[in-house]
């Protein structure tokens, strides 16, 4: 655990703190998003954004670092080492950020809600004895200064309002997705601090091995992209080929209650009214009819694709590309393709 510092302070003029992170060469939504929120209340009190990243300094360029200003940062600070930007290497992250911030705390922490960065996010409040809100949806300020959080509960099901104190720096781990981005500041300029990071203070956690997420274990609600079938993928054996794709796209399974009904998945991947509401970068719908209950579920998703043998299938009327064909030779056909090196 890091260590308790002995007196907190907040940092020198009010900060929200917020962490950025990048798949690739391309920062998260959830930073933007984060950013963006940070700004409506900077805005509102005069506090000031400071945008966090961890990441090897030839990765992170001072463009990257005012791509963040544009979304809202007033400054951003790269914590550089060569071994940031790893996945699964970064729970020793929250000891060099209390490093190299001299027991300072801001006002307020954001997180996107998401295994690892909970984690890191609890290390980072438990030093600094904070106030933690996770699966938060939206954050105000009142006007007697207690942040108020609305945190989404009971897989989604349901909400609920909790009042945070201003005696304390607070944590907010916003789900990805939900805000939604606004209008940004292209013209915007960061000011950016690199600090180098000694090699000592990445060493608290050591990655030995990295397992591939298992899609049939990736929450619906978190994931970016969704691999879902319904009565067209004909049965279990369909399933596995549509798990196999699903893994080779770094995506979660999900599925039609008709396939839930039938036995083929379990509940907990049933996307629709009565199953998850999710909103990912990407969609699959193989075999789907495109049912109301059904497309209330994913409509939102950024990039819809939908395989389906009757070419006036519901499901494309919201499809972004529509493929007319038996959803297993297609499946099948891509995880050929993908394996053979397509992308
Ligand atoms: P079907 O409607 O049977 O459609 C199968 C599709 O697969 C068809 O379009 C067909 O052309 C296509 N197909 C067939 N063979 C192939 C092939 N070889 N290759 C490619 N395509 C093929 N549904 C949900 O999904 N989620 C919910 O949360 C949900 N909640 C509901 C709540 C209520 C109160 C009610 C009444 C219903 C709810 N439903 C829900 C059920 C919903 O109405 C539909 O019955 C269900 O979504 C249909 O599932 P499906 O598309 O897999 O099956």
Known sequence: MPEKTSSIEFAEDS??????ERTGKQWDTITLELLQDAQVLAKK??????????GKSEMISDQDCHQLAANGADKVLVLQHAEFGKPGSMMGYSQVLLDSMNGQSPRLLLCPSTPLWVEFACRLIGAWD??????????????????????????????????????????????????????????????????DV????????????????NPSELDLVEAERIVAGGRGIQGVEGFKALEELAFLLEAAVGASRVAVDLGWVPYVRQVGQTGKIVKPRLYIAAGIAGASQHVDGMRDSEVIIAINTDKNANIFKIAHLGIVGDADTIIRGLIAELEAGGT
């Open 130 to 195: 904070g106030v933690i809100a996770r699966d938060a949806i939206s954050f105000k300020l009142t006007p007697d200064n207690k942040l108020e959080v609305i945190q989404s509960i009971w897989q989604n099901k349901g909400q609920m309002t909790i009042s945070m104190s201003d005696d304390h720096p607070w944590c907010v781990c916003l789900k990805p997705g939900v805000a939604g981005l606004g209008k940004t500041k292209p013209q915007a300029k960061a000011q950016i601090l690199r600090q």
């Open 198 to 213: 000694s090699k000592k203070q990445t060493e608290t956690v050591q990655t030995v091995e990295l397992l591939p997420p």
């Open 45 to 54: 009190t005069g506090w000031k954004t400071l945008a966090i990243v961890f």
């Open 15 to 20: 900060q929200i703190w917020v962490l950025a």
